[in-house]
């Protein structure tokens, strides 16, 4: 079908967008940028690796789930730094963390011990062992059960959860035992381990040849299982919730054969929570409500444990864990006290019972809204919405449509993010209130409206 476009001018550049009938539609884009704007814009291009699209503003500022830009635009985040800001932006809590331990001690390096990160690393576990996951059903005695690996990014924490799980492999099957499983929608990071699991071929083929002996599955295909996961497999890496994919969630008879085929092989499962766990599917880790017989070895997490500073970390059972020895792994920043201080701070407030209940109220009003919509847009939307909790997606029958909405709401004062290739995806500050849920849906039923109406 013809599909006429209608130009949008943003700041300054002009963008198409694909509409249904041959009519122009004309959108108040972002406004041109002020000469102050325009120079720190410049001196991007002139100097910034131009690897990211980015809109003409520049963010200065924020406050809880709001962000503005040089111009005193205000935006209501529903990305969080694509899931990353877990209690919104200049939290004051996280503040005052950043100044008294940034006032005391940022770094040691890992040649000392600091106070911050036996500290996160008891939480890690502790927490896991009362809500459930790793192999603890919820309400486990806290103790030493499980270990904890800190690094400073997801793809560092992925890339470290690779490397451990090859040793096992050699551990348990010998040099042949090398192999890796992963999933197809699946987003691990950009490193050349990481990003050999990443199997989606504009991330991958620049940059061929990758790691290899990697084996792609699809995401809750239980008839392929016997045949991908083998005897030569020592690692399977999956999102439960995949997240830059497109929102698909992995379904639990699928993950309980998975599970179950990995123990027949001695296979080392990793659950990738990057993006979907630390409470934003509403319990700690994804996983922490399934039964036991679905848990990881593994679990790698990153994004919001520091609220946006760097960091990230791999949870493993003791009995993988033991086959790392000191010199086996390393970094220099990982760990650092400061890192430590903050994600002790955040994960402390995340996991607290008033927070965990206004985070389920918020999410059961954000389901409520969002599935206004595809009865509102059933020629436009998938009749389901994706996820769960606040990680959210809204599947459009026109894969041109999600960028165009992203592009719209954005214009019209909301973040929102693209996912695999049909996608919307919302995944705001896990603090974030039934006003802005409100404000957020009107905006984007009003985009999909726009979409409908040209
Ligand atoms: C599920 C998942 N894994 C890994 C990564 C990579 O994390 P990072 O960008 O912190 O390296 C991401 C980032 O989006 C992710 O969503």
């Not at 004309?26 to 325009?38: D, N, Y």
């Not at 929102?416 to 849920?437: C, D, F, M």
């Amino acid at each position: 079908m013809h599909r006429a476009r209608s130009t949008i001018r943003a700041a300054g550049r002009l963008r198409t967008l694909p509409l249904k009938s041959g009519r122009m539609m004309s959108v108040a884009a972002t406004p041109e940028p002020t000469p102050s704007t325009q120079a720190l814009l410049d001196l991007s291009a002139a100097y910034v690796l131009p690897v990211y699209v980015r809109p003409d503003f520049v963010l200065s500022h924020g406050h809880g789930s709001y962000v503005y830009d040089t111009a005193g635009k205000r935006y209501l985040d529903f990305s969080a730094g694509i899931a990353v800001n877990a209690l919104g932006h200049a939290d004051a809590g996280v503040v005052q963390t950043i100044a008294e331990q940034a006032g005391k001690l940022l770094h040691t390096s890992n040649v000392y011990h600091n106070e911050w990160s036996p500290r996160l690393a008891e939480l890690l576990v502790t927490l896991t062992q009362r809500e459930g996951g790793l192999g603890f059903a919820p309400g486990t005695a806290p103790g030493p059960g499980a270990k904890v690996f800190f690094s400073n990014s997801g793809t560092e924490a992925n890339e470290g959860a690779l490397k451990i799980a090859r040793k096992v492999g050699k551990d348990r099957g010998g040099a042949g035992k090398t192999r890796i499983v992963c999933f197809e929608g699946g987003f691990h990071g950009r490193s050349m381990g990481a990003l050999s699991v990443t199997t989606n071929p504009k991330y991958q083929a620049p940059f061929a040849p990758l790691v290899p002996g990697v084996d792609v599955g699809r995401l809750n295909d239980i008839e392929g299982l016997e045949q991908l996961v083998t005897e030569e497999t020592c690692a399977v890496i999956v999102e439960p919730i995949q997240g830059e994919g497109g929102v698909n969630s992995a379904e639990v008879e699928w993950l309980a054969r998975l599970r179950a085929r990995c123990n027949a092989v001695g296979a080392v499962l990793i659950f990738d929570e990057i993006q979907c766990g630390l409470y934003r599917s509403g319990t700690l880790w994804v996983h922490s409500t399934l039964p036991v017989e679905c848990h990881p070895d593994v679990v790698t997490m990153a994004k919001p444990l520091a609220n946006g500073y760097p960091i990230g970390a791999v949870l493993l059972r003791n009995s993988i864990a033991e086959t790392m020895t000191a010199g086996t792994h390393g970094t220099t920043f990982g760990g650092s006290p400061l890192a430590c201080a903050i994600g002790h701070h955040v994960l402390s407030r995340l996991a607290d019972g008033n927070m965990v209940s206004q985070m389920n109220a918020t999410s059961v009003y954000l389901d409520e809204r969002l599935g206004e919509l595809p009865v509102r847009f059933p020629g436009v939307l998938e009749g389901k919405v994706r996820g769960r909790g606040l990680i959210r997606g809204l599947g459009f029958l026109d894969a041109k449509h999600p960028g165009s909405v992203v592009d719209l709401a954005r214009a019209r004062g909301v973040f929102v993010l693209t996912a695999g290739k049909n996608v919307v995806r919302i995944v705001p500050s896990l603090n974030v209130g039934r006003e802005e849920v409100d404000t957020a849906i009107d905006v984007i039923a009003g985009c999909i409206a726009e979409l409908e109406r040209v």
